[in-house]
């Protein structure tokens, strides 16, 4: 389920807001310059589909952003249980950081939280299956997909280099519990 909880940066046991309301979920997202939007496959997909099946099942939505947005590029990642190098990608996505573009991620299936630091707070968004996410070029943040890794996600790009990490070097990370996929 789509859930947003929203932390006080100085002390992370302060909880400002934890809604799962889409719509409350969309207007504070929409405060601080990142945005949500669920999408439907346009086609159905089966468990084992494949990247260029998927794409293809989200096309009309892939391609409006891409027209909106000017993104030129999209992909399929997938990531399970069991992955031996999942605890290396984690541990790295777990530290703040920021990339010189948007980012961009739709979940297929699966979920995985994305903790925005923006001023005095750190929005944690869970997404789910069909949610967009959409997170503006510079915004400090950082992904975890759980202890296991369970998501397929659809990527939205210009260009690759703007996926470079630039790392904060702030530790607020570590002081905001992780999530725990259900």
């Known amino acids: 389920m789509t859930q947003l909880i929203v932390y006080a940066a100085a002390d992370a046991a302060d909880v400002l807001l934890n809604t799962t309301d889409f719509d409350v979920i969309a207007r504070e997202l929409a405060s601080t310059g990142a945005s949500i939007e669920r999408w439907k496959a346009e086609q159905p997909l089966t468990a084992d589909a494949t990247p260029d099946a998927i794409l293809a099942a989200y096309k009309l939505q892939i391609d409006r952003l891409k027209d909106e947005r ?4 999209a992909d399929v990642i997938h990531v399970r249980p069991g992955n031996p190098n999942w605890p290396a990608m984690r541990q790295k ?5 920021t990339h010189d573009e948007d980012e961009v991620r739709f979940f297929v299936e699966g979920s ?3 903790y925005l630091h923006i001023g005095d707070k750190v929005y944690q968004v869970v997404g789910t299956a069909d949610d967009l996410l959409s997170v503006p070029q510079g915004t400090k943040h950082w992904f975890d997909g759980g202890p296991q890794g369970n998501f397929t996600v659809i990527r939205l790009f210009n260009d690759p280099a703007g996926w470079i990490a630039h790392y904060t070097g702030d530790t607020i990370a570590d002081a905001v519990p992780n999530y725990e996929a259900a």
Do not use: D, I, K
């Open 93 to 97: 996505f777990l530290s703040e950081h």
């Open 112 to 114: 995985g939280a994305f």
């Open 70 to 73: 000017g993104y030129t590029n």
